[in-house]
């Protein structure tokens, strides 16, 4: 059934599969976001650990989904994940440090005799809720802002600032997708925290925490797209593959593209009920909150990598050399490559199938404080 | 590995002369060579068995098993190209292959077709053309050398434990012989080496190719400092030790507590 698509079509297809892992992967960046709030909801160890057991049955879900989410990217774009990860060296470091930090957290912070110390491990697990999703979202700003790297003929790339990918934290639009997706993972957490916790003094906390959380969140997000729709876009030449800078770009894409400005502003719209239904009526709708605005991420998220790659984009443009930029068409696998991975991709829906089952399963009990007593402690 | 790459199976045979009735080398001591004599290092001591090596890798004690030498430099009597000859080619190929894009971009379809079927002719040496001279081709041998003959031991002697595990076992006096307690324990670390060495012989084995013939690893490696390379291998190793030094008193700790119920829960 592959054999017969286009290259094109093939091309496409693993665009739409690399963006709807990217989007399933910041839903589930909730877990960084609980981990960047145990300090503040946590405040005695009890509380801390419980939060913390209902957050350790869920970060190996956004652990593998980000590998898979890389693996995906390689395997179908290899040329993209040669210039980035080779290039904007230090960022993805970081990255790669603060997740070898949280998996150990999670292992070794509640046994006796760990070396560091459980307040060191709940740093990790701070730090990491931190730093990976503020990088991770300024990593994807880079998709519409560009970043420094040339691409010779023989397509090895080679990226000009000594800063290695830590100049994107300079650009206020990066800066402002990375600060959204933070506090967008925090409010998550909140949402989710209502629906699996039960113990009060918690659930007061978050219930706070989670305007707190909204406010920033909204202001950073607002500017992210307001800056988004305004700017020159790298646009690419159908014909003849030429990049070109186009004002109102990515206006003009989501104009063009009517299901993508649907799937968007819907997403948007869900995020913000799933927030709302809470705070105006937590009895009835507590519980609803991170179903509107889980999936509403994962929309929103969804509708941005399209704009980035899809309708003539470049997906990841150089500013340091216009036509060394990054498209669909220019940077994927062979079509023999595509065409095997895409029967291999057929297994994706049965994956997520056990992935729902065995969550469903983790989550048929409310987590309090007899879990600490009678079960796994992370 | 003999029939695709057949220079890492020399090197980890030490074998520089391809032979017919090729023996294996079960166990060797080599002579500590100049490193710039990269076509030959002998052996200081070797126990072999005949013809083993032949039959191992082509199922025929008779098999011609080539070796580094015929490899770097050519045997015409077996119909092997030399490694120069063969980066020659590779260069060919590379040249072809930015002719055929000018081409391309041209849209000169005359010479698109010409330097698409030079390309398609000098293709399986493509690789090739990034090197610059004979030697380069070869892996480094001794490390190829030593690192399969200790993965290999390191296997025979945990099969050796598992059979003496399963007859004490049986004759259900596991419980009563502490030597054989303690030699369990030290193997622990054996087999983290054993995978060690593993990687050693395909790895370095493998050099120079990143993809064997087309990609060697001086054209895969990323563009980044020699600086940069250090701080990451330090970061590396300052966090991997601290967590192993956690992970281990973890597990003492849980050593020493003991099961609970007398080991019945």
Sequence with gaps: MFDTLSYTALQQYWWILVSLLGSILVFL????????????????????????????????????????????????????YSTSFGGAYWVWIIILFAFIIQAVAYEFRSKPEN???????????????????????????????????????DRHSQWTLATRGLEAALNIQNL?????????????????????????????????????????????FLLFTFLLMLKDGFAVNPASGEVFMQPYKYFHNLIEMPVVAVLFLGGVVLVLSGIILPVFSFEKNGEKGIWFSGFGTVLAVFSLFLLAGFNNTSFYPSVADLQSSLTIANSSSSRYTLTAMSYVSLIIPFVLIYIVYVWRIIN??????????????Y | ???????????????????????????????????????????????????????????????????????????SEYGIMSASEKIQKGKVAIQALKDYNIAKKAKDSLGTKNALSVLQTNYNYFGYGFLSEAKQTIPPVKLTFYSFRFMVV??????????????????NRI??????????????????????????????????????????????????????????????????????IAEIKIMLKQINNGPKDGGNL
């Design chain 1, 115 to 153: 070396f560091l110390g459980k307040q060191v491990f709940d740093a990790f697990l701070f730090l990491n809720g931190l730093l990976s999703t503020v990088l991770l979202g300024a990593a994807v700003s880079t998709f519409f802002t560009g970043s420094s790297f040339i691409i010779d003929s």
């Design chain 2, 175 to 244: 419980e009563n012989k502490r030597w054989f307690f303690r030699l369990a324990i030290i193997s622990i670390p054996l087999a983290y080496l054993a995978s060690q060495f593993g990687w050693m012989v395909t790895e370095v084995g493998r050099q120079p190719w990143v993809i064997q013939d087309l990609m060697p690893a001086i054209t895969a490696v990323s563009n980044i400092n020699v600086g940069s390379v250090k701080i990451t291998f330090a970061l590396f190793a300052i966090i991997f030790t601290l967590l192993l």
């Design chain 2, 1 to 75: 590995m003999a029939k695709h790459q057949p220079m890492k199976f020399a090197a980890m045979e030490n074998l520089y002369d391809g032979q017919r009735k090729a023996p294996l080398v079960v166990f060797g001591v080599l002579k500590n060579n100049n490193v710039s004599d990269y076509d030959k290092n002998e052996f200081a001591l070797k126990f072999q068995i005949p013809n083993f090596l032949s039959s191992m890798a082509f199922l025929d004690a008779n098999a011609y098993v080539p070796g580094i030498k015929d490899i770097s430099q050519g045997n």
């Design chain 1, 29 to 80: 960046l909730f877990v960084q976001g609980g981990q960047s709030l145990i300090y503040q909801l946590g405040k005695s160890d009890t509380n801390r650990t419980i939060i913390i057991n209902t957050i350790g049955s869920k970060w190996e879900f956004t652990f593998t989904t980000l590998v898979t989410f890389g693996g995906a990217f390689f395997a179908s774009f290899p040329l993209f």
């Design chain 2, 154 to 171: 390191l296997g025979f002697w945990f099969v050796i434990l598992f059979i003496l595990a399963l007859i004490f076992l049986m004759r």
């Design chain 1, 364 to 377: 048929r009990k409310k987590v309090d404080i007899s879990e600490l007593e009678n079960e796994h402690i």
């Design chain 1, 176 to 220: 402002s997708l990375g600060l959204a997706v933070f506090f967008l993972s925090r409010v998550l957490a909140c949402l989710y925290f209502l629906k699996t916790i039960n113990s009060t003094e918690i659930i007061e906390k978050t219930k706070k925490q989670l305007i707190y959380n909204a406010i920033p969140f909204l202001v950073f």
